[in-house]
């Protein structure tokens, strides 16, 4: 008899045993509908044997999913996850599986079966409307004049040397300040690997880069068959454009993380946009790095890859000084007549500053408007302010269910927690003392969208951050009308700063980035300096040159002056300097163990027990030139969340294979003792704390 190994979607370790009915297809990769439980589960046979230690109890498989197979590489890239980041392997596979809702099957969440077969149909409806008219939409997202332009030298260097490793793995830092053209540079090699007959996979940090990206692919290269692959699609679109994925038909897959997961039995190059970029790592479920597992997977296959960036990782940057990767750089603006912008520093403090806006930046936003520019004012809060706060005594409101201010939002005048639900009147007088005079304290998006509307009555003003943004179409539709210039100003958080090309924007306004320098995460000036870089490098970048003011009360900080001089590079090899000296990623590895309990004391004994437990295990696995490091006991930065009390122990090593030899039996042990009182995760490579 054959035995069937099955990865299911369950809180699971191990595989599931199930015997294969004759004539049933069930091998490696083959996607099965099985009961566990009494319940319907879909998963995938991971590997088939003719033995099974429970025989006498095994059930068999109900169906045999058609149409869908995970080849052996994505059952390998599934695997790894499940090995490196600790997690059960039905929840790695199950991020590998395109959405599954057809009749007689079940959906994939079964909570939500009816909603997904219904957007299933529309999707489906939707998709075959588009394949009847593919040839007559062809012109719409290709108009006439966006022609690729002719690679520089630089561009056109690195784009070689990336096509001279076509056929083995070979790691690249495509390292280009902002508008250098580092599209460009994708699209060629792209260009050659679908030529050789390859397939090409594009990671960008978020579903709201696709639109723009989709279009420039088909406007360089219209014969190609591209596809895109982010969780905003609907059910139906997800599925056909996996499927194309996988029987090779589509030479470019271009999409978000998710999409790392891709079968492409095809594959001659990967790309990740952006690869600094937080997003790429999931901070729920399975906590994967999609850039990292991009790298894993090329290796594995035995393809070059390109990161791209103006401002690449501090643990990409390693790479390239230890020449794991090779560096290209472009290091001017590609298009005719742009040059990278100016920068200038205002302060704050002292200053006559109207509506948080400093007299210099009101200045500049007044010459914007004289010459029809348009400008982009960013502060990276959303809400109206960021406290409120009591004049006469020391109240401030706080949410009731976290550690944390309640921030002020407007129309409709509410606090909110921008960490848990919670939603609130705002008071007119002060609960504590009953004071009248209560104020709103700092500047979020709302409050800012205010001030510029006061100070300029007659500019036409978009703003631009998650409330504003959550429709489907909302954010393209906010991109149009920048483009159809009917809008002079956009104010708005980091969704603004990430790679957008909007033409005629010549002023950057910068507010609230000090706010950054004062975090306890190691990587806050790096993650600033990327956002201050990346969001100034939205200005000037068509035409006329670009401006860049900084509200600042701290201009010879380190991360402003990397700014001012534009170079990444120097601010780069300090902080890697001071990392090395302070052991801290990349110079060393860790996990990062959270806890969360009801109860304080729940959550305190727990971890100091995992922590008791891990000192001994590090032990087991220490070699003479590494060893297991544990921290902690500690709160959690955000000590409670939504009513639970969080709290974190960190491990580290030198080596990942020390941590990675580590974590397994500390998971097990943790396993085997964690009260049922206890939420805990093991969040591996984390990148917030
Ligand atoms: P990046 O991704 O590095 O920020 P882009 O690829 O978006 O830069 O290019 C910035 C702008 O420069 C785009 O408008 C693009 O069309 C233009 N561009 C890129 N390469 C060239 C080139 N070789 N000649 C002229 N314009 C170019
Ligand atoms: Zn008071
Ligand atoms: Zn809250």
Not at 229 to 237: D, E, I, V
Not at 298 to 316: E, N, W
Not at 429 to 442: E, F, T, Y
Request: proline residues 5%.
């Amino acid at each position: 008899m054959s035995i069937a190994r099955v990865a299911l979607p369950v809180a699971a370790f191990e595989t599931f045993d199930y015997w294969i009915p004759e004539g049933l297809a069930a091998g490696p990769g083959a996607v099965v509908r099985v009961n566990l439980a009494g319940r319907h589960r879909i998963g995938v046979v991971t590997a088939v044997d003719g033995t099974s230690a429970h025989a006498e109890r095994l059930l068999p498989i109900d169906e045999v999913i058609e149409g869908v197979r995970l080849p052996g590489e994505i059952i390998a890239l599934a695997e790894f996850v499940s090995r490196y980041y600790q997690c059960a392997a039905g929840m790695a596979f199950d991020l590998a599986l395109p959405p599954i809702a057809r009749s007689g099957a079940v959906s994939r969440r079964p909570a939500s079966r009816a909603r997904a077969t219904r957007i299933d149909r529309e999707a489906d409806a939707a998709l075959h409307a588009r394949d009847a008219s593919d040839a007559s939409d062809a012109p719409d997202v290709a108009p006439a004049g966006s022609r690729a332009p002719e690679l520089n030298a630089a561009q056109q260097d690195a784009a070689d040397a990336v096509a001279a490793s076509f056929g083995s793995f070979a790691a690249f830092v495509l390292f280009g300040v902002t508008g250098s053209g580092k599209t460009e540079v994708y699209l060629q090699a792209a260009r050659e690997a679908v030529a050789r007959g390859g397939q090409v996979l594009i990671l960008v940090p978020e579903i709201n880069l696709t639109p723009q990206f989709e279009e420039r692919v088909r406007a360089t290269l219209p014969q190609v068959h591209a596809v895109t692959l982010h969780s905003g699609l609907p059910a139906g679109t997800r599925r056909a454009n996996w499927e194309a994925a996988a029987s090779g038909a589509a030479g470019v897959v271009l999409g978000t993380r998710l999409a790392v997961f891709t079968a492409l039995p095809h594959l001659a190059l990967v790309v990740v946009d952006e690869e600094h970029d937080d997003s790429f790592k999931q901070q729920e479920g399975v906590r994967y790095h999609a850039r990292d597992l991009a790298l894993w997977r090329a290796r594995r296959r035995g393809v070059p890859i390109v990161l791209g960036s103006a401002t690449p990782s501090i643990d990409t940057w390693r790479r390239a000084r230890a020449r794991e990767a090779r560096l290209l750089t472009l290091g001017s603006r590609a298009a005719a007549g742009t040059v990278a912008p100016a920068i200038a520093f205002a302060p704050v403090r002292g200053a006559v500053v109207a509506g948080g806006l400093t007299p210099q930046l009101v200045d500049a936003l007044a010459g914007a408007l004289a010459r029809r520019e348009q400008a982009l004012v960013f502060v990276n809060r959303r809400g109206y302010a960021t406290s409120l706060k009591c004049s006469a005594c020391a109240w401030e409101a706080s949410c009731p269910r976290c550690t944390a201010r309640l921030v002020v939002h407007r129309g409709p005048d509410r606090l909110r927690c921008h960490h848990c639900a919670h939603a609130e009147r705002l008071p007119h007088r002060c609960p504590a003392c009953g004071n009248v005079d209560i104020l709103a304290a700092g500047f979020g998006t709302q409050r800012l969208e205010e001030a510029i509307r006061t100070a300029f009555p007659t500019a036409r003003v978009a703003r631009v951050d998650r409330d504003t943004t959550r429709g489907r179409d909302a954010f393209a539709s906010v991109r149009r009308r920048v483009d159809a210039h009917e809008v002079d100003i956009l104010v708005g958080t980091q969704m603004l700063a990430k790679g957008h090309d909007f033409g005629r924007l010549t002023l950057v306004g910068v507010l609230g980035a000090d706010n950054a320098l004062y975090s306890a995460d190691f990587r806050a000036t790096e993650r600033l300096t990327a956002l201050l870089v990346q969001v100034a490098g939205r200005a000037g970048r068509a035409g006329p040159p670009g401006r860049v003011i900084v509200q600042t009360d701290f201009p010879d900080h380190p991360v402003y002056r990397a700014l001012a001089a534009a170079d990444y590079a120097q601010f780069a090899d300090d902080v890697l300097a001071e990392r090395e000296a302070a052991m801290l990623p990349p110079a060393t590895r860790i996990a990062l163990l959270s806890g969360e309990a009801h109860e304080r004391a729940d959550v305190d004994r727990f971890l100091a027990q995992a922590f008791e437990c891990g000192r001994g295990l590090a032990g087991t696995v220490a070699r003479s030139d590494d060893r297991i490091e544990l921290f902690g006991p500690v709160p959690a930065t955000l000590a409670r969340r939504a009513g639970f009390e969080r709290g974190q122990v960190l491990v580290q090593s030198h080596r990942r294979a020390v941590l990675q030899a580590f974590l397994p039996r500390w998971r097990e042990a943790i396993e085997r003792s964690s009260p049922r009182r206890v939420r805990w995760v093991i969040d591996v490579d984390p990148v917030t704390f």
